[in-house]
Each structure stands twice: as C-alpha cells, then as structure tokens.
Nanobody
C-alpha cells in the first residue's frame, strides 16, 4: 500500500531556505507522478510543483517560479521540494501526493494518495 510521509518543515525567516522531503513506502516513486501542494489558513489547497513518472515537471503557480525546485531521488525513493527566497505568503501546510498518470495532471483530483502534510512558517 502506498504511503507518503512529508518532512523538513519548520520556521524560517523571510529570504531563507527549506528542503521538504516526501518519502514513499510500498511503491517506487519513479512509477508515479508526485506533486507538492500547499494550503494556507482560510485558503484552498493549491498546486506548487509536480514531477511526472515521465520525468516532466509542471508548475502549478507562478508565485514560486525561480525559487522552488522539485526533484526525485530514485535511490532514496523520495521527491524533494527545495525552497529558496521564502516569503511570508509561502506559509502553509505542504503536502505531497501521488498520481498514477504518466504525466503530471492539471487536476488536483487526480492525485489519489496524500501525505499528512508538514507545516512551513515564514516569519521574522
């Protein structure tokens, strides 16, 4: 059974960096499209970045372009989200999710497997 566990969240000052990791068990991440999503208080969940089983990458929001990077480590069976230049508006619970499609889907509803999330707070 596929399970996803996020780690790496925490409190960081504006302009700082964090690296989130999504560890999968029960499956091999390279066979799935893995997306990172976030949900801020009072807001809807939004997509951040995705890496497909194909290897393609997909941006879901312009707000992180040039600051966030997604990459997959097949040896560790993880998909990481490297975040730099963090801003207070990046504060949210960050989730990773898996989808069986070969390419990253444009619909969050296609992601059927979700982790529990990790809190990222950007504040001075």
């Amino acid at each position: 059974q596929l399970q996803l566990v996020e780690s790496g969240g925490g409190l960081v000052q504006p302009g700082g960096s964090l690296r989130l990791s999504c560890a999968a068990s029960g499956v091999t991440v390279e066979h799935y499209s893995i997306g990172w999503f976030r949900q801020a208080p009072g807001k809807e969940r939004e997509g951040v970045l995705c890496i497909g089983a194909s290897g393609n990458r997909r941006d879901y929001t312009d707000s992180v372009k040039g600051r966030f990077t997604i990459f997959r480590d097949n040896a560790k069976n993880t998909v990481d989200l490297q975040m730099a230049g963090l801003k207070p508006e990046d504060t949210a619970v960050y989730f990773c999710a898996a989808d069986l499609h070969y390419f990253c889907s444009g619909s969050v509803q296609d992601f059927g497997f979700w982790g529990q999330g990790t809190q990222v707070t950007v504040s001075s």
